[in-house]
């Protein structure tokens, strides 16, 4: 969060710098604000509860990038800690949303490549890197893992989690 408040500072008085025009949808007000409106998915795990251990690799290889495995059914409040692997040569993130906010925040990332994802919803690993990430999810319905960075949703980074 730290970080992204400093980036989008940064571009706030780039943009004044150049006595360019502030957009609405870009403004660092509106880059910090969707945040905060992006559990669609359910909510943050508490570690005190049972939880179902699912891992989940992420890979990039010629032409390709994935996660494995790419489709998980879960119960309607179940908690699920995500153990994440990227075991790939790039960055690669996990975003657990909704399709929609999903395809928002892709916009928005191809607007801003540097814009990180810190957020209790996803992750961001480094090549070789693993992280955990706890949810439960409280509503049923299908919603997406995907990884945002410019390029890698269309090359495959995306999958599906039903929720009964
Ligand atoms: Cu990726």
């Avoid at 945040?35 to 795990?45: D, H, I, Q, R, V």
């Avoid at 814009?115 to 509503?139: D, I, Q």
Wanted: charged share 25%; glycine share 10%; hydrophobic share 35%.
């Amino acid at each position: 969060m730290s970080r992204r408040l400093a980036v989008a500072g940064l571009s706030l008085a780039a943009l004044l710098a150049a006595g360019l025009p502030i957009y609405g949808g870009m403004s660092p007000i509106g880059a910090v604000a969707h945040t905060g409106s992006t559990f669609a998915a359910g909510e943050p795990g508490d570690a005190k509860q049972p939880f179902r251990v699912i891992e989940i690799t992420m890979t990039d290889g010629p032409g390709t990038m994935s996660y494995t495995p790419d489709k998980i059914d879960v119960r309607r409040g179940e908690q699920v800690k995500f153990v994440l692997k990227n075991t790939g040569y790039l960055p690669h993130e996990f975003l657990l949303d909704s399709f929609e906010n999903n395809a928002k925040h892709k916009a928005e990332m191809a607007k801003n490549p540097e814009m990180e994802h810190e957020e209790p919803n996803g992750k961001r690993l480094e090549p070789k890197k693993s992280a955990e990430l706890l949810w439960r999810f409280t509503k049923s319905g299908t919603f997406e893992f995907a990884c945002l960075i410019p390029g890698h949703y269309e090359t495959g980074m995306k999958g599906i989690v039903t929720v009964k």
